[in-house]
Nanobody
Framework: VQLQASGGGLVQAGGSLRLSCAVS????????VVWFRQAPEREREGVSC????????YYGNSVKGRFTVSRDTTKNTVYLQMNSLKPEDTAVYYC???????????????????RGQGTLVTVSS
């Protein structure tokens, strides 16, 4: 099982980035994919969860209305479109996978079964 996050970079405030999470070893019909981020000296923060089935997607309050998660099951890839970026969005972004029966229960605090390496997003003011 592998999750490969990519697409991070440096962007000015107000700009956009699209992150990708390419997964292998399982399908998106089996596992939900979570995006979370970690900034220095801050706790892990759930960004979004797109379930394998049943409802969603779900977003953290700080990104709701600015970020959009989507998936392409033919490419086994999940995307995170980030618009109207703010300096406080600066963090390492990770994608993770977890098998829930449906939805994304307690997705912000769950211990995920699989996690990929992160991709750094830096938003300058």
């Amino acid at each position: 099982v592998q999750l490969q996050a990519s697409g991070g970079g440096l962007v000015q405030a107000g700009g956009s980035l699209r992150l990708s999470c390419a997964v292998s070893g399982f399908t998106l019909d089996e596992y939900a994919v979570v995006w979370f981020r970690q900034a220095p000296e801050r706790e892990r923060e759930g960004v979004s969860c797109i379930p394998s089935r049943g409802g969603g997607p779900y977003y953290g309050n700080s990104v709701k209305g600015r970020f959009t998660v989507s998936r392409d099951t033919t490419k086994n890839t999940v995307y995170l479109q980030m618009n109207s970026l703010k300096p406080e969005d600066t963090a390492v972004y990770y994608c993770a996978a977890h098998r829930w029966v449906a939805g994304c229960p307690a997705w912000r605090s769950a211990t995920y079964e699989y996690r990929g390496q992160g991709t750094l997003v830096t938003v300058s003011s």
